[in-house]
């Protein structure tokens, strides 16, 4: 590739891998998501009893994508290939402290990520592939603010502020990274209700707030991320469908200024999910998901399967 053409080309895909690598884990720019996504599911608003004990969660996930969506949601001529493996360990506390009628807790999600991306470009001089791949740990993520309430015995809500740290290895000229090197702030609530008859419906709403990567001078708008469960509880069973909805609220900025038509990312997925929790027994909670993505804009769409454990120590 000597022209210039081909030498913008590369530019603009390496920009565009860098965008579509984030529906798991952490991804990076060009309006890609940047949280985890399909982590909250039944039992979004439960959190551990107030214990001297540590809660641990271990979340296994494998997420793949197969095609890039544009802004008008039609498939892009770049044909690309993407895989995002995670294991990620979860660390929660509550206490007995008093916040806001509530009990105060906190947490820590330490995530690592093994990555790919084999992107095939079309051009004048034939089509040109491009290829990445990462594995390291991921961006950690503080919640320093829990507040766990439970207005009734059918009813439970948290609200946190979490806090996604740049810790994750990132290089700007990698075709794909495991960090997304700025900072992200995202307040969230989440509840659970389950009625007499066993219906649960569960959900996790947050807003992600980025600061901006110092080293390319871009920074990603603000996203709404909305994930849900509705299921029926059949003895230590729950059976029902999750999914996740992901809109993308206000433009991409680069070095300040907007970027390109705002470059606005958004998709749903939707897709079955189980529980299992015998409260009576010494196994650990499990949950486990296939979600199948659709209507996706300015960002990959594929699917993704995800398994839970957690416990207390």
């Given at each position: 590739?000597?022209?210039?053409?081909?030498?913008?080309?590369?530019?603009?895909?390496?920009?565009?891998?860098?965008?579509?690598?984030?529906?798991?884990?952490?991804?990076?720019?060009?309006?890609?998501?940047?949280?985890?996504?399909?982590?909250?599911?039944?039992g979004a608003g439960m959190l551990p009893p107030t214990s001297v004990d540590l809660a641990v969660g271990v979340r296994l996930s494998a997420y793949s994508a197969d095609e890039l969506r544009d802004t008008?949601?039609?498939?892009?001529?770049?044909?690309?290939?993407?895989?995002?493996?995670?294991?990620?360990?979860?660390?929660?506390?509550?206490?007995?402290?008093?916040?806001?009628?509530?009990?105060?807790?906190?947490?820590?999600?330490?995530?690592?990520?093994?990555?790919?991306?084999?992107?095939?470009?079309?051009?004048?001089?034939?089509?040109?592939?491009?290829?990445?791949?990462?594995?390291?740990?991921?961006?950690?993520?503080?919640?320093?603010?829990?507040?766990?309430?439970?207005?009734?015995?059918?009813?439970?809500?948290?609200?946190?502020?979490?806090?996604?740290?740049?810790?994750?290895?990132?290089?700007?000229?990698?075709?794909?990274?495991?960090?997304?090197?700025?900072?992200?702030?995202?307040?969230?609530?989440?509840?659970?209700?389950?009625?007499?008859?066993?219906?649960?419906?569960?959900?996790?709403?947050?807003?992600?707030?980025?600061?901006?990567?110092k080293d390319t001078q871009y920074r990603s708008g603000t996203e709404y991320q909305h994930e849900f469960a509705v299921g029926q509880h059949m003895g230590p069973w729950v059976l029902g469908l999750g999914?996740?909805?992901?809109?993308?609220?206000?433009?991409?900025?680069?070095?300040?200024?907007?970027?390109?038509?705002?470059?606005?990312?958004?998709?749903?997925?939707?897709?079955?999910?189980?529980?299992?929790?015998?409260?009576?027994?010494?196994?650990?909670?499990?949950?486990?998901?296939?979600?199948?993505?659709?209507?996706?804009?300015?960002?990959?769409?594929?699917?993704?399967?995800?398994?839970?454990?957690?416990?207390?120590?």
């Amino acid at each position: 590739m000597n022209s210039l053409f081909d030498r913008k080309v590369v530019k603009q895909l390496t920009a565009l891998a860098l965008a579509i690598t984030a529906t798991v884990a952490d991804g990076v720019e060009n309006g890609a998501p940047i949280t985890p996504f399909g982590v909250n599911n039944f039992g979004a608003g439960m959190l551990p009893p107030t214990s001297v004990d540590l809660a641990v969660g271990v979340r296994l996930s494998a997420y793949s994508a197969d095609e890039l969506r544009d802004t008008n949601g039609k498939p892009s001529a770049v044909r690309a290939k993407l895989k995002v493996n995670s294991a990620a360990l979860a660390l929660v506390k509550t206490t007995d402290i008093s916040l806001l009628g509530g009990e105060y807790g906190f947490s820590a999600v330490i995530p690592y990520l093994d990555m790919s991306n084999r992107l095939t470009v079309p051009a004048p001089t034939g089509a040109q592939s491009l290829n990445g791949s990462s594995s390291a740990l991921g961006d950690v993520t503080l919640v320093p603010v829990i507040v766990k309430w439970t207005p009734s015995s059918r009813l439970f809500v948290n609200g946190r502020l979490e806090l996604q740290l740049p810790t994750g290895s990132y290089r700007a000229d990698r075709l794909i990274n495991t960090g997304a090197n700025h900072w992200t702030v995202s307040p969230a609530l989440a509840f659970t209700w389950i009625s007499a008859n066993g219906l649960e419906v569960s959900s996790n709403i947050q807003l992600n707030l980025h600061g901006k990567n110092k080293d390319t001078q871009y920074r990603s708008g603000t996203e709404y991320q909305h994930e849900f469960a509705v299921g029926q509880h059949m003895g230590p069973w729950v059976l029902g469908l999750g999914g996740y909805f992901y809109r993308q609220v206000s433009d991409d900025k680069l070095g300040g200024a907007r970027f390109q038509d705002g470059n606005r990312a958004r998709v749903t997925a939707l897709g079955p999910a189980i529980s299992f929790f015998n409260p009576g027994s010494k196994l650990p909670q499990l949950t486990a998901h296939f979600y199948k993505e659709f209507d996706a804009r300015n960002r990959a769409q594929g699917k993704q399967f995800a398994v839970r454990a957690s416990w207390s120590m």
